[in-house]
């Protein structure tokens, strides 16, 4: 039995669209006119366009792929069999995209496959992190605990994403509200006032000249400004192409003030909490660290997370491989090497990465708190020159009234 998608037309002409499980594209046909539609299109959702993006584009959202995760586990913690399991999940959910996924993976396990290999089919909606959890669960014979697992780490996963991204958007919208303050003053407000200034025939105070100079410059040069902007935006992506020089960008990035904290603080998190939920399912520590790498964006923080898993893979201690990477906080360190001596790594890893998460709150907390009065005082600072390049002169002409 296989998961085909239709488009059909009801008796009143109206498009329809879903997805149906037959043995054959005849048998669909049949279910249609059975219901009084008139088959238009039908197509079968098979593996290969599963690696396409036939289903929708780049897969499942991570809010999707967190809601279906613990759905699933819900449903296997009651004993459902898995076949049903993903049966129910595709009925609960009425997006064609969820749909055509969980019932081409529940035709795949009808046909003898594991789940894993089911999911190995849509490599875009799971990723090698889910499928290696999920293989591991399934050996273990512990499926539904270890889904709860993954949906928590993938929820917990997203709010730190989510959080991390609040913090570097806010600076950008106080940066360009204060750009467009000024351009607002330099070319609407300020020439019309220095109109009246440069008229009476005065000596003017050095800084309303300054102001003067670069009210001119911002309404003669504007538009090879933009220009100018645009073009170095578009070699600062040609530039990021090869990986050797997104190394270089990433490695400036982590050396930014506010910027690099905010990065490590994430990567580092990020890591951890992968590494204690795959090891805590059952997945050997040398692949868990592995797929942890890979997670990681930053490229110099995943070269070194790859030579340490090297280091570990010969042997070493995965505190020492750690604290030679460079790029994690000591704190970290000794706790793990505390779980290694102790003989209890998978709970150590466990509460390194509460740790770990914890820090980064701390991390993002603290940037939000200098950036807003940083900006607030800059913005200040740009208006309180404005001001007073227009108070100046004005002050200069009561004076020799």
Request: net charge positive; glycine share 6%.
């Amino acid at each position: 039995m296989a998961a085909f998608e239709y488009v059909a037309l009801d008796a009143s002409g109206r498009s329809r669209k879903g997805v149906i499980e037959a043995d054959s594209p005849r048998q669909v046909r049949a279910q249609l006119r059975d219901k009084g539609w008139v088959p238009v299109e039908l197509r079968q959702s098979a593996e290969r366009r599963g690696r396409t993006g036939f289903l929708g584009g780049p897969g499942l959202s991570v809010s999707q792929l967190a809601m279906v995760t613990r759905q699933m586990a819900t449903l296997a913690a009651s004993g459902m069999p898995l076949e049903e399991c993903l049966q129910a999940v595709a009925e609960q959910n009425e997006q064609r995209r969820i749909r055509s996924i969980f019932l081409a993976v529940r035709a795949r396990v009808l046909e003898g496959y594991s789940l894993v290999r089911a999911l190995e089919a849509y490599p875009r909606a799971f990723n090698h992190q889910f499928r290696a959890t999920v293989d591991a669960g399934e050996q273990s014979g512990k499926l539904d605990l270890v889904l709860l697992r993954l949906a928590d780490h993938i929820e917990e996963q997203e709010a730190t994403r989510r959080k991390l991204q609040m913090a570097a958007t806010y600076p950008v919208i106080l940066t360009l509200a204060a750009i467009g303050i000024v351009v607002f003053l330099l070319n609407s407000v300020v020439p019309r006032i220095l109109d009246i200034f440069v008229s009476s025939g005065q000596p003017l105070p050095a800084p309303t000249r300054a102001l003067i100079s670069v009210t001119d410059f911002m309404q003669t040069w504007w538009l090879t400004l933009i220009l100018g902007l645009i073009i170095l935006s578009v070699l600062f992506v040609l530039w990021n192409l090869q990986p050797a020089r997104r190394a270089l960008t990433h490695r400036l990035y982590l050396r930014l003030p506010f910027i690099g904290p905010l990065i490590r603080g994430f990567s580092t998190a990020r890591f951890a909490s992968t590494v204690a939920m795959l090891t805590s399912s059952g997945v050997p520590l040398v692949e868990a660290m592995r797929i942890a790498g890979s997670v990681i964006t930053n490229l110099p923080i995943r070269a070194a997370v790859r030579t340490a898993t090297q280091k570990v893979t010969e042997g070493g201690s995965l505190s020492r491989a750690l604290a030679e990477a460079g790029y994690f906080q000591p704190m970290m360190i000794h706790m793990i090497a505390s779980g290694e001596a102790s003989g209890g790594l998978d709970d150590m890893l466990a509460r390194t990465a509460r740790n770990q998460e914890q820090n980064l709150k701390d991390i993002i907390s603290t940037v939000m708190g200098l950036l807003e009065p940083l900006m607030l005082v800059i913005m200040g600072a740009i208006v309180m020159v404005i001001v007073l390049s227009v108070v100046l002169p004005l002050t200069q002409m009561n004076t020799m009234i």
